[in-house]
């Protein structure tokens, strides 16, 4: 537009030399007028073909956004009361699982009803598109952890839902390989809290460096009885794993045995 503007004052002021100059006549004033016209119109039809494509491509832009979210992502799994979830952190306490769907691993966790004795696996991924985007901003981003800060079997208000429940973790798998396990795995009660909700969750520890070995929870126990009891206490631990064998990892897997329930 201020380039049209340009064009029709020197036109304007050429019309006022014509207008002197008996040189200028009618014919000419008339082309000049027309000219100026039709440049000013051809200068705002352009502007505006130019803002109709700028509005057509941020709404192509905003239906594509709106597309990702609401088409190519997975579900938030959160486990309800009497379901079992492997709640863990990376390394980094940055990818991690509670039981919430604030956390980034909500996507795709395998969580399993409890429903009686027997063999049950819960997971963790970050291979799902809504991680991906969650953290890169990108569906097709690159995302994998590493290790483990924290990692426990729970279930899910189980103190009252499944309280006869003991938790026996017998295999931990990272990207389909399995884990040495070093140690064997107790069941206690924990309080959690998650999103500002109190729950008496039952929990088997897989990698807990703030539960020492020499300081077991009162309330722990295994499928052979009450820790504190049994002459082979030292074989518990809320440590069954050396972390550093994790590495870096897209799924991890947790196999255990849940027995004691009715």
Not at 77 to 87: C, F, I, K, R, T
Not at 133 to 158: P, R
Request: charged share 20%; hydrophobic share 35%; glycine share 6%.
């Amino acid at each position: 537009m201020n380039k049209a503007k340009k064009i029709l004052a020197f036109l304007l002021a050429s019309a006022v030399v014509c207008s002197v100059s008996t040189a200028c006549g009618n014919s000419e004033s008339s082309s000049s007028e027309s000219e100026s016209s039709a440049t000013e119109e051809s200068s705002e039809a352009e502007t505006s073909s130019a803002e109709e494509s700028s509005e057509a491509e941020e709404s192509s832009t905003e239906e594509s956004a709106m597309q990702v979210q609401t088409g190519d992502f997975e579900e938030a799994v959160v486990p309800q009361a009497g379901e079992a979830y492997l709640s863990m952190s990376d390394g980094q306490w940055w990818l991690q699982y509670q039981g919430s769907d604030n956390d980034y691993l909500c996507y795709d966790a395998g969580v399993v009803p409890i429903t009686g004795n027997g063999d049950y696996t819960v997971s963790v991924t970050c291979d799902t598109n809504a991680i991906r985007y969650d953290t890169t901003g990108d569906i097709n981003g690159e995302l994998i952890a590493n290790g483990t800060s924290f990692m426990a079997v729970q279930i899910m208000d189980g103190a009252t839902a499944t309280p006869n429940a003991v938790i026996e973790v017998t295999a931990v798998k990272v990207d389909g390989t399995e884990i040495p396990l070093t140690k064997k795995s107790f069941t206690n009660t924990e309080e959690t809290e998650i999103n500002g909700e109190k729950h008496n969750n039952i929990r088997s520890n897989i990698f807990n460096e703030w539960v020492p070995d020499s300081s077991l929870p009162s309330d722990a126990r295994s499928a052979e009885g009450n820790i504190a009891d049994l002459a082979n206490a030292s074989d518990y631990s809320a440590t069954i794993l050396d972390p550093s064998a994790i590495g870096d990892w897209t799924t991890i897997e947790v196999d255990f045995t849940i027995t004691g329930m009715e």
